[in-house]
């Protein structure tokens, strides 16, 4: 089996690729390294069945030879990062789903798209179900990747349902993990490096606001199952622990010897209020749900970010 994974130097797409690697499949990692970088595949480089290729998904993807599944990763995914490069972020969800559907269909592949729970923007119902259509602000800061991201839920389907493609989609929550970038803007980097390099902590806003973070390893799994699923319709992943940011900050702080203090800044536009990920579908179709607690999964992150941290 032979997959192509676009974005697969970036966080996600990189521990997708190793588990695809460990499941016995051939990988072909597509990146322009806007946001991804090489190092986080660079303990793949020897592995027989690993091949990484530089190339923007946006313009053109060529493949030779056979190929059976594309999953498409490809994006900026912190606000940041979106706001620094919003054309390139509409144009990957966009343009970069239409030309990965256009692969999977010319190799008749199947399709994987990673979406995420900013489709449902800020919304008014908590948790959050696939059912509900979501709250986006189109023309706001975030709408560049929202919409670009819920037109890429469109597009899939429509090849799905036109194309009669094979395709599934993933709606991503918060997840941290090793080599998440330490400068990503998150609100976990920031949080570290900021503990890290002993400066005051960002709280934007009152801090009330709520995230439900999944450590990596479990949403890998919960998209693996879903790749071998044979459910078509968007279905969340994450893990619906929910907790406040301040919470969040207090979490990171705990780990540090001389904790910095805490400072409050402006909230940026259109931030959610409220995220916590509804996994019902994902519990009855796949059997899946996280097993990583928060602090668990602070612990092997906090580890990964020392280490990073004092080599730069
Ligand atoms: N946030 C914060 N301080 C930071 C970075 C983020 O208070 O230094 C807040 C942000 O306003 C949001 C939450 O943390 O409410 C999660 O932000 P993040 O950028 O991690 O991702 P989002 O869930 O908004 O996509």
Redesign the pocket.
């Given at each position: 089996m032979r997959a192509v994974v676009t974005g697969g130097a970036g966080f996600l797409g990189s521990h997708l690729c190793e588990r695809l690697l460990n499941e016995g499949w051939d990988v072909l990692a597509l990146d322009n390294l806007i946001t991804g970088v090489d190092s986080n595949v660079s303990h793949l480089m020897n592995h027989p069945k690993f091949r990484v290729a530089r190339g923007d998904v946006s313009n053109y993807i060529d493949v030779a030879g056979p190929v059976d599944y594309v999953l498409h990763f490809a994006s900026p995914a912190?606000?940041v990062d979106y706001l620094k490069l919003p054309i390139q972020t509409l144009k990957v969800g966009a343009l970069g789903t239409h030309n990965a559907l256009g692969l999977a269909l010319a190799k008749n592949a199947k399709f994987f798209l990673a979406s995420t729970s900013e489709c449902y923007g800020d919304p008014e119902i908590s948790p959050q179900h696939e059912e509900y259509w979501g709250r986006v602000n189109p023309i706001g800061p975030r709408g560049v990747y929202d919409e670009a991201k819920r037109y890429a839920e469109a597009m899939t389907m429509a090849y799905h349902r036109y194309h009669k493609v094979d395709t599934r989609i993933v709606r991503i929550f918060?997840t941290y993990g090793p080599r998440m970038r330490l400068n990503d803007?998150?609100?976990?980097p920031?949080?570290v490096y900021q503990a890290l390099s002993g400066k005051p902590l960002?709280?934007?806003?009152d801090?009330k606001?709520t995230?439900s973070f999944c450590y990596v390893s479990d949403l890998i799994e919960g998209i693996y199952r879903l790749m071998m699923s044979d459910e078509h319709l968007p279905t969340n992943i994450g893990n619906p622990q929910e907790i406040t940011?301040l919470e969040f900050a207090e979490c990171i702080r705990k780990h540090f010897d001389n904790a910095p203090p805490l400072v409050f800044e402006p909230?940026?536009q259109d931030?959610?209020k409220r995220?916590c990920p509804d996994i019902t579908k994902a519990k009855r179709v796949l059997k899946w749900e996280p097993k990583i607690g928060l602090e668990e999964g602070l612990k092997l992150t906090l580890a990964y970010f020392k280490e990073a941290f004092h080599k730069s």
């Open positions: 912190s606000p918060n803007g998150r609100a976990l920031n949080f960002t709280i934007y806003g801090g606001q995230r940011i909230l940026p931030d959610p995220r």
